[in-house]
C-alpha cells in the first residue's frame, strides 16, 4: 500500500466530504438531484461524463463512503472481463455473508469494447453491483445503449478559474495532506499562470503544484517562493482541453465551420489555431474547409474552391507546421468571402427529387445516337445545339417529362451570383411559357 507521504499530491487532497467538494453545483448543490440521492443514499447506477480533472473519481469515492459501499475500482484501460468476473464474485459473496453493497467504478469505460460493457450488464440489472461509470467521451457514442438504458447521465463541467484557485490554495495551506509543511508561496503571478494553465483541470493544477514545490530551491529560511517561471517550468505545457479522437474534435470543428459560414475571420483564425496546435490531423480540416467553400460560398466565389483545394494540396506538399498558414489563409479567405448555400439547397432539393419521384427515362432529345439504331428509335431528334442560338440560350426541356418547370438552383444577390442571376433571369423568363415539346420516351421495341 502506498504511504500518504509518497502518495501523489492530487489524491492526498481528494475531498472527504460533500462540502469539500469544488465544483459541479448543478448537479451537487443544494436540492439537486444527484446530491439529494447520496445524502438519503438513493444513487443507483450512473456515468460521469466530464472533461478530465473535474472530480469524477472523487465523487465516485465520496458516494461509496456516503452508502457505505464497498468501493471495487477498476480502470478499463488495462481491465477485463476477467477483473469483472472477479468483482462480481466478490460482490455476491459480500451479500451471501450481508456484508452490504458493492460500487463498482470503472474509470475511461469507454475504452470497454461491446462484450465487455454487456458483461457487466446482468449483475447491473439484477443489483449485484451499482455501476459508476466515468468517461471523458460522449456517452450516446462510446457507451452501448443497453447499459446506457439503465444509468443516470450526470455531465461534469470543467472547473472555473475560481474554483482551480481554490483547489490549489488548500493544497498550499493543508499541512496535513497537502504543501503546508514544506513553507511555499505561490506569488500572484504564479498562481494566475497556474490557474490560467490548468484550464479547468483540477488534477493538473494540483500536480503542476507539486512538482514546482518539490524542485523549487528553498531560500536560506527554507521558504519555497513559486513564481510565474517556476510554474511554466514544472508545468511545460497547457493541459490539453482538446482530444483529436474525441468529442471536441467534432465540437471544434463545428465552431470553426460556423464561425467561417458568420464571416467572423478572427474566431475562424482561433479554432483554426486550436485544433492545429493540439495535434488535429491538417488534412481533416482541410477537407472541411473544402466542404465549407462548396456548402456556405458556392458561386458567390467560384474561386473559394480553389483556394480551399490549394490549401489541402500544399498541406501535402510542404507538410506541417508550414502547411498550418496555407490552412489559416484559405480559412480567412473563406471567413470574409460573400456567402451562398444555394447550391447546397439545391442538391438537397434534387436528392428530395432523386429518391422521392419516379426516375423517368433520359429525354430521347437529349441522348446520343451512335448507332443508326438508335437514330431510328428517336434518340437525339429535335435536339438543338446552343452554340447556334443567340447567346448561346436554347429553351427546350432537359428534365424528365415528370419534373419539367422545376428550379432548384436559386442564386443569392451576393459575390458573383448577382452575375449569374441576372442570365438565370433572363434564360428562365424565355422558358416560362415554354411548353415542353419531348414525347415521353418510346417503349416501342424493335425485331431483332
Given at each position: 500500500m502506498?504511504?500518504?507521504?509518497?502518495?501523489?499530491?492530487?489524491?492526498?487532497?481528494r475531498?472527504?466530504?460533500?462540502?469539500?467538494?469544488?465544483?459541479?453545483?448543478?448537479?451537487?448543490?443544494?436540492?439537486?438531484?444527484?446530491?439529494?440521492?447520496?445524502?438519503?443514499?438513493?444513487?443507483?447506477?450512473?456515468?460521469?461524463w466530464?472533461?478530465?480533472?473535474?472530480?469524477?473519481?472523487?465523487?465516485?469515492?465520496?458516494?461509496?463512503?456516503?452508502?457505505?459501499?464497498?468501493?471495487?475500482?477498476?480502470?478499463a484501460?488495462?481491465?477485463?472481463?476477467?477483473?469483472?468476473?472477479?468483482?462480481?464474485?466478490?460482490?455476491?459473496?459480500?451479500?451471501?455473508?450481508?456484508?452490504?453493497?458493492?460500487?463498482?467504478?470503472?474509470?475511461?469505460?469507454?475504452?470497454?469494447n461491446?462484450?465487455?460493457?454487456?458483461?457487466?450488464?446482468?449483475?447491473?440489472?439484477?443489483?449485484?453491483?451499482?455501476?459508476?461509470?466515468?468517461?471523458?467521451?460522449?456517452?450516446?457514442?462510446?457507451?452501448?445503449?443497453?447499459?446506457?438504458?439503465?444509468?443516470?447521465?450526470?455531465?461534469?463541467?470543467?472547473?472555473?478559474?475560481?474554483?482551480?484557485?481554490?483547489?490549489?490554495?488548500?493544497?498550499?495551506?493543508?499541512?496535513?495532506?497537502?504543501?503546508?509543511?514544506?513553507n511555499?508561496?505561490?506569488?500572484?503571478?504564479?498562481?494566475?499562470?497556474?490557474?490560467?494553465?490548468?484550464?479547468?483541470?483540477?488534477?493538473?493544477?494540483?500536480?503542476?503544484?507539486?512538482?514546482?514545490?518539490?524542485?523549487?530551491?528553498?531560500?536560506?529560511?527554507?521558504?519555497?517562493?513559486?513564481?510565474?517561471?517556476?510554474?511554466?517550468?514544472?508545468?511545460?505545457?497547457?493541459?490539453?482541453?482538446?482530444?483529436?479522437?474525441?468529442?471536441?474534435?467534432?465540437?471544434?470543428?463545428?465552431?470553426?465551420?460556423?464561425?467561417?459560414?458568420?464571416?467572423?475571420?478572427?474566431?475562424?483564425?482561433?479554432?483554426?489555431?486550436?485544433?492545429?496546435?493540439?495535434?488535429?490531423?491538417?488534412?481533416f480540416?482541410?477537407?472541411?474547409?473544402?466542404?465549407?467553400?462548396?456548402?456556405?460560398i458556392?458561386?458567390?466565389?467560384?474561386?473559394?474552391?480553389v483556394?480551399?483545394?490549394?490549401?489541402?494540396?500544399?498541406?501535402?506538399?510542404?507538410?506541417?507546421?508550414?502547411?498550418?498558414?496555407?490552412?489559416?489563409?484559405?480559412?480567412?479567405?473563406?471567413?470574409?468571402?460573400?456567402?451562398?448555400?444555394?447550391?447546397?439547397?439545391?442538391?438537397?432539393?434534387?436528392?428530395?427529387?432523386?429518391?422521392?419521384?419516379?426516375?423517368?427515362?433520359?429525354?430521347?432529345?437529349?441522348?446520343?445516337?451512335?448507332?443508326?439504331?438508335?437514330k431510328?428509335?428517336?434518340?437525339?431528334?429535335?435536339?438543338?445545339?446552343?452554340?447556334?442560338?443567340?447567346?448561346?440560350?436554347?429553351?427546350?426541356?432537359?428534365?424528365?417529362?415528370n419534373?419539367?418547370?422545376?428550379?432548384?438552383?436559386?442564386?443569392?444577390?451576393?459575390?458573383?451570383?448577382?452575375r449569374?442571376?441576372?442570365?438565370?433571369?433572363?434564360?428562365r423568363?424565355?422558358?416560362k411559357?415554354?411548353?415542353?415539346?419531348s414525347?415521353?420516351?418510346?417503349?416501342?421495341?424493335?425485331?431483332?
Amino acid at each position: 500500500m502506498i504511504a500518504p507521504a509518497d502518495e501523489p499530491l492530487a489524491s492526498r487532497m481528494r475531498p472527504r466530504t460533500l462540502d469539500e467538494y469544488v465544483g459541479q453545483a448543478h448537479i451537487l448543490g443544494d436540492g439537486k438531484l444527484l446530491r439529494r440521492a447520496i445524502e438519503q443514499d438513493r444513487v443507483r447506477s450512473c456515468i460521469f461524463w466530464g472533461p478530465p480533472g473535474t472530480g469524477k473519481t472523487s465523487l465516485a469515492r465520496l458516494i461509496a463512503a456516503a452508502s457505505h459501499a464497498h468501493f471495487a475500482p477498476l480502470s478499463a484501460v488495462s481491465a477485463g472481463v476477467a477483473d469483472l468476473r472477479r468483482v462480481v464474485a466478490e460482490a455476491q459473496e459480500r451479500h451471501r455473508i450481508g456484508g452490504g453493497q458493492t460500487l463498482l467504478f470503472i474509470d475511461e469505460i469507454h475504452r470497454f469494447n461491446k462484450a465487455q460493457q454487456d458483461a457487466i450488464l446482468q449483475y447491473v440489472e439484477d443489483g449485484t453491483v451499482i455501476l459508476i461509470g466515468a468517461t471523458t467521451e460522449n456517452p450516446s457514442f462510446e457507451v452501448n445503449a443497453p447499459l446506457l438504458s439503465r444509468a443516470r447521465v450526470f455531465v461534469l463541467h470543467a472547473l472555473t478559474d475560481d474554483e482551480v484557485g481554490i483547489v490549489v490554495d488548500r493544497a498550499v495551506q493543508d499541512a496535513e495532506r497537502g504543501l503546508g509543511d514544506m513553507n511555499t508561496r505561490v506569488t500572484a503571478e504564479g498562481r494566475e499562470t497556474l490557474i490560467n494553465l490548468a484550464n479547468g483541470d483540477a488534477r493538473f493544477a494540483l500536480n503542476t503544484l507539486e512538482v514546482a514545490a518539490l524542485t523549487a530551491e528553498p531560500a536560506e529560511d527554507g521558504a519555497r517562493t513559486l513564481t510565474e517561471s517556476v510554474i511554466l517550468d514544472a508545468a511545460q505545457q497547457r493541459a490539453a482541453g482538446y482530444d483529436k479522437d474525441g468529442e471536441s474534435h467534432y465540437d471544434a470543428i463545428s465552431a470553426l465551420h460556423k464561425s467561417l459560414r458568420d464571416s467572423d475571420p478572427d474566431a475562424t483564425l482561433y479554432w483554426l489555431g486550436r485544433m492545429l496546435e493540439r495535434g488535429e490531423d491538417p488534412l481533416f480540416v482541410a477537407r472541411r474547409l473544402v466542404r465549407a467553400a462548396s456548402e456556405d460560398i458556392g458561386l458567390a466565389d467560384p474561386q473559394a474552391l480553389v483556394v480551399a483545394m490549394a490549401a489541402q494540396q500544399a498541406v501535402h506538399f510542404i507538410g506541417m507546421p508550414e502547411g498550418a498558414l496555407a490552412l489559416a489563409e484559405a480559412a480567412v479567405y473563406l471567413a470574409v468571402a460573400p456567402k451562398s448555400n444555394a447550391l447546397y439547397r439545391a442538391y438537397l432539393a434534387v436528392q428530395s427529387d432523386v429518391a422521392k419521384t419516379r426516375n423517368d427515362p433520359v429525354p430521347l432529345h437529349l441522348r446520343n445516337a451512335p448507332t443508326r439504331l438508335m437514330k431510328g428509335l428517336g434518340y437525339g431528334e429535335g435536339y438543338q445545339y446552343a452554340h447556334d442560338a443567340e447567346n448561346a440560350i436554347v429553351v427546350q426541356a432537359h428534365l424528365p417529362p415528370n419534373l419539367v418547370g422545376r428550379t432548384y438552383y436559386v442564386p443569392t444577390e451576393r459575390g458573383v451570383e448577382v452575375r449569374i442571376g441576372q442570365r438565370l433571369a433572363e434564360r428562365r423568363e424565355r422558358a416560362k411559357d415554354h411548353v415542353a415539346k419531348s414525347p415521353h420516351p418510346s417503349t416501342n421495341t424493335v425485331d431483332e
